[in-house]
């Protein structure tokens, strides 16, 4: 997003950048912004574990806590308040909104994950935070290389507005456990024509497979790669899926999460190992 800001003309000297993240994004923008000397403004809602904010602020970035009953949407609003309060000053790159978010999965995740399984891969499994990565990497299998994989989407079943909005039902944005997916809205990079089914997991079930990749597998992850592996361990275990390769997205590291609901109960109340 920031080469695509640069190369239209809206990024340079003298601009800063102001985003809402619920902390992966952001944390992107912040190491390659303070890399690059650009100022950045990061607005997340103040439920964001404590992990994100310091990763945030030792890259130099400036954090504007939100109000975290208001979740994305507020932390949104309050990115688009600080933009407008001096638009020669900000560059909004409004990652849930910007095609460059889809389009750098088009023509990076997607072809990574061709490669990587010979062209194999029949079932794709994501998460949806913004929509990029199961939009992008969807657009580049069925559409660039023309394989009808499934593609699958990852909501949480407190908060399930893909399901709703699929259904056409009033839609009903919840809190939940599940950090960096379920925004409370449907992003307008989602491009939902190319998602062929929506699976929902509840908090305690992400928690649990994200324990259990750590403790089984050796992988470090946080809640919402719980989540999706949860889906694509599902997926697995039904009869039609017998052979096929499933690729799943694992986004974030569970040292993100140290100080949350994912590692509680580890150690009793003298900080002992319980």
Not at 38 to 47: A, G, R, W
Not at 158 to 165: D, Y
Not at 180 to 185: L, S
Not at 243 to 252: A, E, F, M, S, Y
């Amino acid at each position: 997003m920031i080469w695509d800001a640069e190369a239209r003309g809206l990024l340079g000297p003298g601009k800063e950048i102001v985003e809402a993240t619920s902390g992966n994004t952001g944390i992107a923008l912040a190491y390659v912004a303070a890399a690059r000397g650009i100022p950045l403004t990061l607005t997340m809602p103040e439920t964001m574990s404590v992990e994100r904010r310091k990763l945030l602020l030792a890259f130099g970035a400036k954090l504007v806590l939100t109000e975290g009953a208001r979740g994305m949407p507020g932390a949104v609003a309050k990115a688009e308040e600080i933009a407008a309060s001096q638009p020669d000053r900000y560059v909004l790159l409004q990652q849930f909104k910007n095609p460059a978010n889809p389009d750098i999965h088009e023509k990076t995740t997607g072809p990574e994950i061709w490669d990587d399984t010979d062209g194999g891969v029949d079932i794709f499994v994501s998460g949806v935070g913004t929509g990029g990565t199961i939009t992008g990497v969807s657009r580049f299998i069925k559409k660039i290389k023309g394989k009808p994989i499934l593609s699958v989407a990852v909501e949480p079943a407190a908060s399930p507005i893909l399901t709703q909005t699929r259904a056409r039902e009033p839609l009903k944005p919840a809190p939940h456990k599940i950090q960096g997916i379920g925004a409370g809205f449907v992003p307008d990079v989602l491009d939902l024509s190319l998602v062929d089914d929506i699976e929902q997991v509840s908090n305690e079930e992400a928690i649990l497979y994200a324990r259990r990749l750590g403790s089984e597998e050796g992988i470090l992850s946080g809640i919402s790669s719980g989540a999706a592996v949860a889906v694509a361990v599902r997926l697995a275990k039904r009869p039609e899926n017998s052979g096929k390769t499933i690729v799943v997205i694992l986004p974030d590291s569970g040292e993100r999460y140290l100080s949350t609901v994912l590692y509680e109960g580890l150690f009793d109340a003298q900080g002992k190992p319980a």
